[in-house]
């Protein structure tokens, strides 16, 4: 199942290894979408608004570890290029430790803090305390859900973005039956979808484990070595913690923006979280391409195959373009039907489509920011991501949101953010792009 990488034509071969990384960033969404579904259907509109409410939160704190993910697919992936098998063996246990030991740090986060961190984003009154007991139950699975993270991270550094996809799949499946199970049949609402969710992970993450242990390549998962060693340990550390405060900077403003959607109505905040599960569809096509993006640029670096990587990013740029694009115009053309089998609320309709319409037409600039980033990442210039991140992130978001849209308060100015801060970020990273590869080939030269 692990693809060739380093050799062969470049737009067919991104195209093999990205589709499923597609499929299962659509899965992903689905989780959610299948929350909000069963939700609308079964328990009412404050109980979507809740679910809603916890969204960029939820983002935030799996940030403040995900880059550790990013660290390991760029470090797994450096090691095989450069053909080094123990490298490799040492870097996968490292990871797998990693990863559980994180997703227990941000199981107690939310635990002790949920309540007081939803206040502090003004979530509703009527819906704080189904937003809180979502939250909570969500995270007692954290554990092995960042686990998962890092298994589905490490398969996809070898070239094998197939079985990750087959597990979403399955898991995905699972969590619709368990919804309609608890919600419609046990009418437990917000928690019978976040047991749904945990439950549908810890299925994801027995299938991966599983074949990490019994497979027979570089990847093979031994006991020996699921240790915490210091080398890959200090080397995930210098790419996760610039790849996760960079993040952060993101999903800060992110919260920032939640927050003042949260101030403005349950209507607002209904609307929100539905057309999000639409909008997000097109959001993620790009976000997988620029994950292949980075492994395939990875592999390359490690291999010295510096006229690959050029010719990769141009492709990969010019492919998420175009599949961003189409999608998007797609959703916008079905907006209202899609937005109807959600809500019958013609008010939060009309809210979210306006949402819909802009973000689903300007994600195609997020998209190339992200190949981008991306690129630098697996170039090993994470300081380079945080600083743009910084700037566009927090800076140009989070200044948007408090002086440009009180000006013309609409939801789509608010979210008009995302494209003016994609846009300044696309001009520094292709900057520090340029500069990053000519550097890297004067010194193999």
């Known amino acids: 199942m692990r693809k060739d990488l380093i050799n062969g034509r470049i737009l067919p071969t991104l195209a093999v290894y990205s589709v499923p990384l597609i499929v299962t960033n659509v899965v992903q969404i689905l989780f959610h979408a299948a929350d909000v579904a069963v939700l609308s259907l079964m328990a009412g509109d404050l109980a979507v608004a809740a679910v809603g409410a916890c969204g960029s939160l939820i983002t935030l704190l799996v940030s403040l570890c995900s880059g550790f993910a990013t660290g390991a697919n760029v470090l797994i992936a450096k090691r095989i290029g450069a053909k080094d098998e123990t490298g490799v063996r040492r870097a996968t246990g490292t990871a797998l430790v990693v990863g559980f030991g994180s997703g227990l740090f941000l199981m107690a986060i939310a635990l002790l803090f949920a309540r007081k961190l939803l206040i502090l984003m003004q979530c509703q009154p009527d819906v704080l305390d189904m937003a809180v007991l979502y939250m ?8 092995f859900t960042m686990l998962y993270n ?25 969590n619709v039956m368990l919804n309609v199970l608890f919600v419609g049949v046990l009418g437990l609402a917000v928690s019978g979808v976040a047991i749904a969710t945990v439950l549908s992970n810890v299925t994801s993450l027995i299938m991966g484990l599983f074949a990490l242990v019994r497979s027979h390549g570089i990847c093979k998962v031994e006991r020996r070595h699921l240790r915490v060693y210091r080398q890959e340990f200090l080397e995930m550390l210098k790419i996760g913690v610039p790849a996760s405060s960079g993040g952060m900077c993101f999903y800060i403003s992110n919260v920032i923006i939640s927050s003042t959607v949260n101030s403005m109505s349950t209507n ?22 620029a994950l292949a993006t980075m492994t395939m640029v990875g592999q390359n670096f490690g291999a010295g195959r510096f006229d690959r990587i050029r010719k990769t990013v141009k492709t990969s740029a010019a492919y998420a373009t175009a599949a961003s694009l189409s999608l998007g115009t797609v959703f916008v053309l079905l907006s209202e039907i899609l937005l109807n089998i959600l809500t019958d609320s013609a008010a939060v309709v009309a809210i979210a489509k306006e949402r819909m319409i802009f973000l689903c037409l300007t994600y195609f600039i997020t ?15 994470q300081k380079y991501v945080l600083i743009v991140c910084a700037i566009c992130g927090f800076g140009v978001r989070s200044l948007w949101t408090w002086l440009v849209w009180p000006l013309y308060p609409t939801l789509w100015m608010l979210f008009a953010s995302y494209a003016a801060s994609a846009l300044v970020a696309i001009i520094l990273y292709v900057c520090m792009y340029r500069k990053t590869i000519k550097a890297c080939e004067c010194s193999a030269a």
């Open 268 to 289: 607002v905040m209904t609307a929100n979280a539905i057309a999000g599960q639409f909008d997000g569809f097109v959001y993620t096509v790009g976000n997988a391409i």
């Open 367 to 381: 998209a190339v920011m992200e190949v981008l980033s991306f690129t630098l990442h697996a170039l090993r210039r």
């Open 136 to 143: 909570k139950i969500y995270f007692l699975g954290m554990p």
């Open 150 to 174: 890092f298994v589905a991270a490490i398969l996809r550094a070898s070239g094998d973005s197939v079985r990750p996809m087959t597990y979403m799949l399955i898991s995905g499946a699972l």
